[in-house]
């Protein structure tokens, strides 16, 4: 069973860049599709980025097309997601998440999901 921890979280101006990473335990990692998902007070959670097991195919939501990054180092069991002129809307707990389907789209995709960490924005 793959168990994921989330790291990278905080408190940022708008504008700023945060990295946020997913280190994974398990040796199914590398074959597990990799994603990013994100929750906001009084919202449901929603997909941000994925990334397939084989790097190289990478899905994002089109609120963060050309601002996020998702990128995987397999050697690493590591998922990362490099968060670029960040906003206010951007605040949320961010979810790390794994699972068999792709595109990694909706939360029934999801087989194993990290305890989450906080992404706060001010403007």
């Known amino acids: 069973q793959v168990q994921l921890i989330e790291s990278g979280g905080g408190l940022v101006q708008t504008g700023d860049s945060l990295r946020l990473s997913c280190a994974a335990s398990?040796?199914?990692?590398?074959?597990?599709?990799m994603g990013w998902f994100r929750q906001a007070p009084g919202k449901e959670r929603e997909s941000v980025a994925a990334?397939?097991?084989?790097?190289?195919?990478?899905y994002y939501a089109d609120s963060v097309k050309g601002r996020f990054t998702i990128s995987r180092d397999n050697a690493k069991n590591t998922v990362y997601l490099q968060m670029n002129k960040l906003k206010p809307e951007d605040t949320a707990t961010y979810y790390c998440?794994?699972?068999?389907?792709?595109?990694?789209?909706?939360?029934?995709?999801?087989?194993?999901w990290g305890q989450g960490t906080l992404v706060t924005v001010s403007s």
């Open positions: 998440a794994a699972g068999s389907t792709w595109p990694l789209l909706l939360t029934s995709y999801v087989e194993v």
């Open positions: 398990g040796r199914t990692f590398s074959s597990r599709n």
């Open positions: 990334i397939r097991w084989r790097a190289g195919a990478t």
